[in-house]
C-alpha cells in the first residue's frame, strides 16, 4: 500500500493512502516513526475495511520544512483537516507513540468524532520525554550538524532501542531512512525539539470526558513508555480497556506482531457491523 496522494495544507504536503472497501479504519503513526510500521496491518484489513495510512507533517514522505512546527497541536490540527478532507464520518482510529496525543487531542480540543480509538504504546500523558528527548531539546541546532555517519549511528541505536526482540537489520534500515539526508537529519532533532508537555497536560484534563470506546495495548516490556503509564491512561479514560502483549516493547508491530493483528481485528469486529474477518 503506497502512500501516493498529497494533501496541501498550509504549505505542508502530506503524504496518504487509501486501499479496500468498507468501514473506515485510520492509522496514526508516532515518532521517530511513520506511517510504514502500520502498512503490513493496513494491507491485511483492507479486504474488509477502508484503511487510511498517512505520514505526519515532518515524516516519513511528508514535507519537512524548517519553518513548520511539528508539534502534537499543529499535529493534530493536520489531522482534523485530513479526516474532513476525506470526508470521513467517525471513523475507527488506531494510534501508535505521540499519535495517541495527536488523536486524542483531535477528539478532545477540536471536537472531531471518532467510532473507536485504539491506543498501542501512546504517548499520551506527561510525564513523558527521556534523557536523550531533554539532551535534543537543549542542543537541537548543534546535534542537526552532526557528520552524517554519527548522526545515523545515533538514530539507529535510538530506534534499535524501541524494540525488546530486536530488529532485523532491513527493518531497522527502513525505519531509519527517513531521517538521514540533507532534509531528514534536521527534521529527526526538529521534532524533538518542539515536543511539548504542555498539550499533553490538556489532554489530561479532558480524558474523563470521553465516551467513545477506548481499548489501550501495551508491549509488556516497553523500555519507552513503562505499563505504568498504560495502567494509569486507563483510569483516566472512562471504561477503557487495558490488555499487556507479552514479550513486547514499545515497537510491538515487529515483536508481537500476530498478537498485535489479533487484538486489532478482535476489536474492529467487535465494534463494527462488517462481515467477520478470517484469522
Sequence with gaps: MELTERFEWRGRQIAWGRAGTGPAVVFCH??????????????????DFTVYLWDMPGYGRSSKHAEH???????ADAFAALLAHWGLDRPHVIAHDFGGAVSLRTHLVLGV???????????????????????VQDHPDVLGQLPAYIH???????????????????????????WTGEDGQPAFYRQIAHYDERFLEENEERLGRISIPVRI???????WIPTEIGRRLQGLIPAAELSLIDAAGHLVHHDAPVPLMDEIRGWLISHESAPKIPS
Excluded: N
Design 152 to 178: 545515523t549511528a545515533i538514530v539507529r541505536a535510538y530506534i534499535q532501542g524501541a524494540s525488546h526482540r530486536g530488529l532485523r537489520d532491513d527493518d531497522l534500515d527502513a525505519l531509519v531512512r527517513p
Design 113 to 135: 468524532d471518532y467510532a473507536s480509538l485504539m491506543l498501542v504504546d501512546v504517548v499520551a500523558i506527561p510525564p513523558s520525554g527521556s534523557p536523550f528527548f531533554k539532551f
Design 30 to 47: 508516532g515518532t521517530p516513526f511513520s506511517s510504514a510500521l502500520w502498512q503490513p496491518f493496513a494491507e491485511a484489513l483492507s479486504r
Design 69 to 75: 512546527p511539528v508539534d502534537f497541536g499543529a499535529q
Design 217 to 223: 495495548l501495551w508491549g509488556s516490556c516497553d523500555a
